[in-house]
């Protein structure tokens, strides 16, 4: 972490208690008509409270509890996924091989910096994989339909997700500030643009652009933060690689995708039936209500930002995996 890093981590501790004083006076003077939205203001001040200090601390300790994290987050957001969609018993071998070996083994060649077998091993390997050992089963019921379900959770919350750890060792041109403040200018930028929209929608919002699948979503909302964010990542750019006018380039795409993101996970959550992914956090849902947005804005970011401002990434194998392999 860079100096400048640190005050934007100060930055948003002042936020959160800034959140916290204002929950905990709204909560003394709020009548018994506001008590449920105050009541959902606090729980999720205290939500974000934990997942910062997660954040936070695995920022510091640097790329193996960034990869050992986000695996985590992906395993219990495809677990949110599956338990959504219909599966049968026939599916529980797939379902083993997607939790248990394909997902650690993506987060394990993003560990070892294996980037060019990273970027191909689910949308490939195991985008052919899953069908095959599912077609072994001898069930054709709904295969299409259950095969195609399976393969978008492991695109979505394994494969899109495991690219914000990518973003720790990715080279930078010219850059010896460290990853961590890119991992979070995209994390801070997508999650910033949801509150402000959020916040802005209450105050301005009247025209719904999405009303059947994100009731909360519109147009003077979604103006509004996008335009609050890219204020927001154009003084982070302090601690990036990135020029101002790079960095607000980067927070649109960022929050376009985002937004995208929202309505296409909201699309699916409608199909299914629900509200929220899960309930595992306190006023926010489930894992996958918190990172839709990230789904869709992490592998963009990843690739604009190693495109335009990298050194070049290495597809081949480390050094040690040669050896292995006696070449």
Not at 45 to 56: C, E, K, P
Request: net charge positive; proline share 6%; glycine share 10%.
């Amino acid at each position: 972490m860079n100096r400048e890093m640190i005050w934007m981590m100060v930055a948003v501790l002042a936020l959160l208690v800034t959140a916290s004083v204002a929950g905990f006076i709204m909560s003394r003077r709020a009548g018994p008509g506001a008590r449920p939205v105050v009541a959902n203001f606090n729980a999720r001040t205290r939500s974000w409270w934990l997942m910062v200090a997660i954040f936070g601390v695995t920022l510091y300790f640097g790329h193996w509890t960034t990869v050992v994290l986000f695996c985590m987050i992906s395993f219990l957001a495809l677990r949110e996924f599956i338990t959504l969609n219909e599966t049968g018993p026939c599916d529980h071998p797939v379902l083993f091989w997607c939790f248990f070996i394909i997902l650690p083994l993506q987060y394990f060649l993003v560990g070892i910096h294996w980037y060019g077998l990273a970027s191909i091993f689910i949308p490939v390997y195991a985008f052919i994989f899953i069908p095959v050992l599912r077609v072994l089963g001898g069930q054709t019921r709904d295969f299409l339909a259950t095969t195609a379900k399976i393969q978008w959770g492991m695109l979505t919350c394994v494969y899109f997700i495991s690219h914000m750890p990518m973003i720790m060792t990715l080279p930078i041109r010219d850059w010896d500030g460290g990853n961590a403040p890119l991992l979070f200018f995209l994390v801070a930028t997508a999650q910033a643009s949801d509150v402000f929209q959020y916040c802005w929608g209450k105050m301005i919002g009247k025209r719904k652009i999405a009303p059947t699948l994100s009731p909360n979503k519109t147009l003077g909302g979604t103006v509004g933060g996008i335009a609050t964010t890219l204020v927001l990542a154009t003084g982070m750019s302090l601690a990036t690689p990135f020029n101002p006018w790079q960095a607000a380039l980067m927070a649109l795409v960022i929050c376009a995708a985002g937004f995208f993101g929202g309505l296409v996970m909201s699309a699916i959550k409608r199909d299914l039936g629900a509200k929220d992914w899960g309930s595992s956090i306190r006023g926010h849902g489930g894992v996958m209500d918190r990172i839709d947005s990230l789904c869709f804005a992490a592998p963009l970011f990843f690739h604009l930002t190693g495109f335009y401002f990298g050194s070049g990434v290495d597809p081949t194998p480390p050094d040690w995996i040669h050896t292995i392999l006696g070449r």
